[in-house]
């Protein structure tokens, strides 16, 4: 607490160690069915929720390649911080060719880091288009800052192109004796700036040639590719999402745990069983919750468990009410999508009561598909994305004009309304862990969207538009010029620009002290310190904050930027 932070362990794939990467990584068919995917030929996306694994086995790919000379030459990039190129669509006509060449320029400063980390000799391939690394990496920096390009930063943009990157790479694999290459493209769901990801995809296209492969995590459900881009034709899709039936599920949890936290061994076995579930397949929650049990003195087990379920409860609706934050068009579609997911847990705890003494469960429900409009199924991939729901293949029941979406609710939710305690009125967790060990029922709970929410809440769906920016009344129609109410020239807000708006108090891991000294010294906002020429060197102005202290403040509001547009 002394250095204004609140006490926090990152479980960040993008932040941990090669060593945590080498040693940490689960090895077992389903992992290795992703690994082998991300090596092999082809363009492939590697989609599920934050946390469930994609950025590790990614790094993890990266890793291996980058160790051993039979593999392909393998470049890692993340796009993290696509989002504060956005403002650069209300400010400039060829946004669109500025994003390209950052999106270009990112590749290439990660293949010239991956270069300088081969062993041998090194390939200059910023040499090809008659570069250097200072000049990419200012350019990026601008871009990123928010700052005006300079005349080298526009001949830059010009001399990129996308082809040219790829033969560089190509050339680059030849030079280091690899028969091809790989681009692993990190953070690839560029979702708050659908123009960016329409662009995104077309470079993805692009670059896929037969000796270079271009590899893309997105988010199930709502990653939208264009119209040159067609998923299910350009490659193949994989998920890195573990679904809690796969039948090695708890042991390949455990060995998460074995070698990402050792301390787990001494951890009840039912306990940590019960984590497992309560986590949803996502190693990122899995991890947090044993720490957090490790940390706590809790009066009983059992009000341990009932209080980090009800954390991690709280943690997921945040960050999937935080949609409407993001993207204000969605609010009604976030708020009556927390409804929706409430009805379905609702039924699913219901359906496991009318169970009765069958040895079975129930954690699946099926909506019938054409029951769904747009904005449902809209409402629907919202929480897919958020984690909320696991959604399983398709089926047909009746017929084929029948097919049902079937999704599987989030477990820890499912716990913490009793949904696995054949109508007991406590919550032991090992009876939960028995219930769920249980074979499932052979046909999910069937039911169509209206019978859920009721036809009057549907009607109410819609795509809500930006209020007036002086005195925040609703807009009347999306073609609106001026406010009805003040008169005001209506412009609509960035997603960036919202975000920098935040207060501190959005940012979880600094303390009270560290918010106030902050606003005390007139930094106010998130944009307030971003905005700064030299954050470290301004917050060391303020009592009390040395060097150390500043760039643990500066790093943990950067990293809840990062984690709020990823």
């Known amino acids: 607490m002394a250095d204004g932070l609140l006490d926090g362990f990152e479980e960040r794939a993008d932040h941990v160690t090669e060593e945590v990467l080498r040693d940490g990584t689960v090895k077992g068919d389903y992992y290795d069915a992703v690994h082998e995917s991300l090596v092999a030929k082809g363009l492939v996306l590697v989609q599920g929720p934050r946390g ?18 039979t593999q392909p030459l393998a470049i890692y990039v993340s796009f993290n911080r696509y989002l504060r190129l956005e403002p650069l669509l209300r400010k400039r006509p060829d946004a669109l060719t500025i994003f390209q060449a950052w999106t270009l320029s990112r590749i290439l400063q990660a293949a010239d880091d991956l270069d ?45 192109t996308i082809d040219g990157v790829a033969d560089a790479i190509e050339e680059m ?22 123009e960016y990801l329409v662009e995104f995809f077309d470079i993805v296209r692009v670059l896929k040639r037969p000796r270079l492969s271009p590899k893309a995590s997105i988010y199930p459900g709502t990653t939208e590719f264009g119209p040159r881009f067609h998923a299910n034709h350009e490659g193949k899709t994989v998920t890195a999402w573990l679904p809690v039936e796969h039948q090695t599920y708890r042991e390949i949890m455990g060995g998460i ?9 001494t951890i009840p076995s039912e306990v940590n069983d019960y984590l497992k579930y309560a986590a949803f397949g996502v190693p990122r929650a899995y991890l947090a919750m044993l720490r957090e049990w490790k940390a706590g003195n809790y009066a009983t087990t059992q009000q341990g468990l009932n209080t980090i379920i009800q954390s991690h409860n709280d943690a997921r ?64 991939n919202l929480l897919i994305e958020a984690g909320l729901f696991y959604e399983h293949p398709q089926v047909s029941h009746g017929g084929p004009d029948r097919t049902y979406r079937r999704l599987t609710p989030h477990l820890s939710a499912l716990i913490a309304v009793r949904a696995f305690s054949s109508k007991s009125k406590g919550t032991s967790h090992r009876a939960v862990v028995e219930f769920l060990s249980r074979p499932s029922t052979k046909h999910p709970v069937r039911r169509q969207i ?20 002086v005195c925040h009344t609703a807009r009347m129609s999306e073609g609106q010029k001026f406010c009805h109410n003040c008169g005001s020239k209506l412009v609509d807000d960035s997603t960036f620009t919202r975000l920098m708006k935040l207060p501190f108090d959005e940012v979880p891991r600094l303390t009270e002290w560290a918010r106030q000294k902050l606003v005390d010294n007139h930094i ?27 760039e643990r403040i500066v790093t943990a509001v950067e990293s809840y930027v990062d984690e709020f547009v990823s």
């Not at 469930?52 to 000379?69: I, P």
């Not at 910023?126 to 990419?136: E, K, P, V």
């Not at 944009?527 to 202290?549: A, F, H, W």
């Open 52 to 69: 469930c694994g994609k950025t590790h086995m990614m790094r993890y790919t990266w890793l291996v390649c980058r160790d051993d000379k």
């Open 116 to 160: 300088k980390a081969l062993k041998g000799k090194k390939f200059d391939i910023l040499d090809s288009f008659d570069l250097d690394r200072a000049s990419i990496d200012k350019l990026i920096g601008r871009l990123e800052r928010g700052l005006s390009v300079s005349d080298r930063d526009e001949e830059i943009v010009k001399a990129l």
């Open 173 to 194: 694999a030849t030079f280091h004796k690899r028969k091809r290459a790989i681009i692993l493209l990190d953070d690839a769901a560029l979702t708050l700036t659908p």
């Open 257 to 265: 745990a074995q070698r990402r936290f050792p301390e787990s061994s």
């Open 317 to 380: 609706k945040k960050e999937f009410l935080s949609l409407g934050l993001k993207m204000p068009r969605l609010a009604t579609l976030v708020k009556v999508g927390d409804t929706f997911f409430n009805k379905c847990v609702e039924t699913i705890r219901e359906a496991n009561e009318n169970l009765g003494d069958k040895n079975e469960k129930q954690i699946m429900f099926g909506l019938e598909s054409s029951s769904l409009e747009h904005l449902t199924d809209r409402m629907i």
């Open 450 to 469: 209206d019978t859920l929410l009721g036809q009057a809440t549907l009607n109410e769906l819609k795509l809500d538009l930006p209020p007036c920016q």
């Open 524 to 550: 106010r906002v998130i944009g307030d310190l971003l905005s700064l020429q030299d954050p470290g060197t301004e917050l060391r102005k303020i009592y009390m904050v040395g060097s150390k202290r500043a």
